[in-house]
């Protein structure tokens, strides 16, 4: 199993970014995917989630701003991100749910002026 994500970076306050996470070694399609997030100095949290059947469900402090997708033909899920805060910046994962979790490397998001 094999987890890359790509697209983060540095944005101003109020801009977007579009997280991406390729998959591989795995049937992607029968696996629930989520997106975590771990800020400095804290604990790695929940962000998204996207189960096999396309429901898709998000945390609170991202609810309206941020958005979870997957598309299962090119093996990937991505984290379409809006409205983005200072306290949004942190390294941003990809889970997956397959007989087991499975992370990926994280990608670095800082939202900044």
């Known amino acids: 199993v094999q987890l890359v994500e790509s697209g983060g970076g540095l944005v101003q306050p109020g801009g977007s970014l579009r997280l991406s996470c390729a998959a591989s070694?795995?049937?992607?399609?029968?696996?629930?995917m989520s997106w975590f997030r771990q800020a400095p100095g804290k604990e790695r949290e929940w962000v998204a989630t996207?189960?096999?059947?396309?429901?898709?469900a998000a945390a609170d402090p991202v609810k309206g701003r941020f958005t979870i997708s997957r598309d299962n033909a090119k093996n990937t899920v991505h984290l379409q991100m809006n409205s983005l805060k200072s306290e949004d910046t942190a390294v941003y994962y990809c889970?997956?749910?397959?007989?087991?979790?499975?992370w990926g490397q994280g990608t670095q998001v800082t939202v900044s002026s």
């Open positions: 889970r997956a749910n397959y007989f087991g979790y499975y």
């Open positions: 070694g795995f049937t992607f399609s029968s696996a629930q």
């Open positions: 996207i189960t096999t059947g396309d429901m898709a």
